[in-house]
Structure formats: structure tokens, C-alpha cells
């Protein structure tokens, strides 16, 4: 049986680290990090997943807020409100949940953030910083996944890893930190040309395609890690029989909920071909939030002891990676 590299463990070892950092943050500055949350409109998706990173910083003991501009506000309001969050030497942190509505300039929006406060790591600034390998905060879901790597003890060094998907917010990053962890990487996407073939030579793949259970057996070397970002939610039950045909639990909560969720590997297929594997759910997802939080007290603690009154980019220079 293969190895389950469960994301909920690795979960709980990020937070459990970041409680000490959180204590002696509040005994040097006498306040919580600060994390601002901004959720545009009412995306049924994204409300769920801003109110678990609101949980999340509840439960540590991170401050939170919350904004909810209307769905059809401006780009103008959202720089606005983004600009004042900046200005408040209270919150470490800004999160804008995407995706935006159409007429909101994502790009602007992203730019206009203070790099020091950008806790998903979306802003150029420090895309650039991780690209050149320096100290930056970085995008949740693949630091994540170097912490899962680190974690199950995962030699990454020398190794093949394959990353499908080119994402700026998941793939590129991902390839990028594999990369410094000397990887030999490979990235494919919708116009790779034998995508299963590319897969096939990978000790590491992981997988950011958003497509259902597009990564079969024939895509995973024997013995390889397989790590599975995707997200999917699926209601036709033909496609769930195909998916989870061997799982009576899987069918049970399909008949109750009327869908059920998979990732971008086939879990039977995984489960056969894969020496380890993320499940899905309980696998990246986790990550994704404790890397947040992880990002949050980074930047509280960046700000507060290198960075210049300003709140610049001065700090961003020295230190250790992310
Ligand atoms: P995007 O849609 O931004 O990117 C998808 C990438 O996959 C693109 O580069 C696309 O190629 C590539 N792709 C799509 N279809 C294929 C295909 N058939 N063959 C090869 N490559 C393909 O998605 P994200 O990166 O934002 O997210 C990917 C998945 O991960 C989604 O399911 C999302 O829900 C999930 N996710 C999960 C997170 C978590 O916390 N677990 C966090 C973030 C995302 P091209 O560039 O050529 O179009």
C-alpha cells in the first residue's frame, strides 16, 4: 500500500510552531498579528473559503478582519480600501480572495498591495524575490507542499519532478521552489505534447491542471510521489461509480449530498500506481491555510523588527527564506 501524505498532519505541525512565534509576537508589541480579509461579492466558493481562513486565524490566535465590497464595486473602491490597509500599522497581512468580478483589475489590485504585507505572495515584488531565490513571502499552496515534502522526509534534491500546470499562483511557484530544492523539473500544460509521457518520467509529480481525475495509471511512474492539488466537485453519477466505484463511502456521501469531490489524479489509479500520494480532500487543501497563517506571522514579525518605520521593503533584504 502506498504512503498517505496526509496535509491535515502537516497542518497541525505548521500551527503548532507558529503558537510560540504568535505568544512572544504579542508580548513584544503588546497586539496579535493582524491579518484583512477582502472578499468581493457573494462567490459561494470563496465564502467558504474565507470564512476557514478566519476560523483559522481565530483559532490561533491571529486578529482578523473582514471586508465584503459588493459585487459589483470598482476597482477604484478596492485600491481604496487596499491603500488603507497598508497605511494601518495594525494589520500584517492583506488577503484578496480571488477571483475578482470581471470589471475589478485583478493586476491593479495585486500591485497595489504592500509587498511586505502580501500574504499570499501574488504581488511581482515577491514573484521577482522568488524567482532570484531571496527571502520573500511565498504562495501558500506550493509552500505548502515544500513543507509537506519536508516533513514525510521527501528527497527532492537530484530527483525528476514534473509540475503540471502554469498558474502563477500554483504551478510556475511550485516548479520554482522544486527548482531551489534542486530538482531536475519539468512543466507542462495544455498544449504539452505527450502530457502522460512527460508525467510518466516523474519521481515527484504534481498535479494543478483543475481538471477531474485527468492524471491516470498510465501517467504515474510505479513507486513515484504524487502530489494532488486539484479541487473538483462532481454531481454526475456515472462519472462517481467510474471514480469511486470501490468506495462505499464515497457513494454513500454522494447519495447524500448529491456530489463529491476529486482532484486532478484518479484516486483509484493512485492508489495502485503511486509509491505516495495526497488524498483529496485532506491533502494540499489544509496546507494551503497553515501556509497563510504561516505567512501572516512571518510578515507580523518582518515587519517588526526589520523593516523601517515606513513599513518598506528594507527587511526583505536580509533573512532567511520562507
Ligand atoms: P488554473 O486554471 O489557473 O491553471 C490550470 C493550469 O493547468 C494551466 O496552466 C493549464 O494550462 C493547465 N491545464 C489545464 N488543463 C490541462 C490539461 N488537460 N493538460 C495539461 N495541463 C492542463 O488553476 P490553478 O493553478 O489556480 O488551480 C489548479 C487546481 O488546483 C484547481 O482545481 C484549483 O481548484 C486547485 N487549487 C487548490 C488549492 C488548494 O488549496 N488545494 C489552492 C489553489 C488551487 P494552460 O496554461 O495551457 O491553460
Not at 487596499?82 to 500599522?89: F, I, M, Q, T, Y
Request: aromatic share 4%.
Amino acid at each position: 500500500m502506498p504512503e498517505i501524505l496526509s496535509g491535515k498532519e502537516v497542518q497541525q505541525a505548521i500551527l503548532h510552531q507558529l503558537q510560540p512565534r504568535i505568544a512572544s509576537f504579542r508580548e513584544s508589541t503588546g497586539r496579535p498579528p493582524g491579518l484583512a480579509v477582502i472578499l468581493v461579492g457573494h462567490n459561494p466558493a470563496s465564502q467558504i473559503y474565507v470564512r476557514n481562513k478566519v476560523k483559522a486565524c481565530q483559532e490561533l490566535g491571529i486578529y482578523s478582519e473582514q471586508y465584503n465590497p459588493p459585487e459589483t464595486t470598482t476597482t477604484e473602491d478596492v485600491v481604496q480600501l487596499v491603500e488603507s490597509l497598508n497605511r494601518r500599522p495594525d494589520i500584517d497581512g492583506i488577503l484578496v480572495q480571488m477571483p475578482l468580478p470581471a470589471q475589478v483589475d485583478a493586476q491593479r489590485v495585486i500591485l497595489t498591495i504592500d509587498p511586505a504585507k502580501d500574504v499570499d505572495g501574488f504581488h511581482p515584488y515577491n514573484l521577482g524575490q522568488l524567482v532570484s531565490g531571496r527571502p520573500g513571502l511565498r504562495p501558500c499552496t506550493p509552500a505548502g507542499i515544500m513543507r509537506l515534502l519536508e516533513h514525510y522526509r521527501i528527497p527532492v534534491a537530484g530527483k525528476k519532478a514534473v509540475v503540471i500546470g502554469r498558474s502563477d499562483i500554483v504551478g510556475k511557484p511550485m516548479a520554482l521552489m522544486l527548482l531551489h530544492a534542486h530538482a531536475t523539473v519539468t512543466i507542462c500544460h495544455s498544449r504539452t505534447a505527450d502530457l502522460a509521457a512527460e508525467a510518466r518520467q516523474a519521481d515527484l509529480l504534481v498535479v494543478a491542471a483543475g481538471k477531474p481525475a485527468l492524471v491516470t495509471a498510465e501517467f504515474i511512474k510505479p513507486g513515484a510521489v504524487v502530489v494532488d492539488v486539484g479541487i473538483n466537485r462532481v454531481t454526475d453519477r456515472a462519472r462517481v461509480e467510474e471514480l469511486f466505484g470501490d468506495d462505499p463511502d464515497k457513494l454513500t456521501s454522494f447519495e447524500k449530498t448529491g456530489s463529491v469531490l476529486v482532484g486532478d489524479v484518479h484516486p483509484r489509479d493512485v492508489r495502485q500506481r503511486a509509491g505516495a500520494y495526497t488524498p483529496v480532500p485532506g491533502g494540499v487543501g489544509p496546507l494551503t491555510i497553515a501556509m497563510l497563517m504561516a505567512n501572516t506571522v512571518e510578515a507580523a514579525e518582518r515587519r517588526l523588527c526589520k523593516c523601517s518605520a515606513s513599513g518598506s521593503l528594507a527587511g526583505w533584504q536580509q533573512g532567511s527564506p520562507t
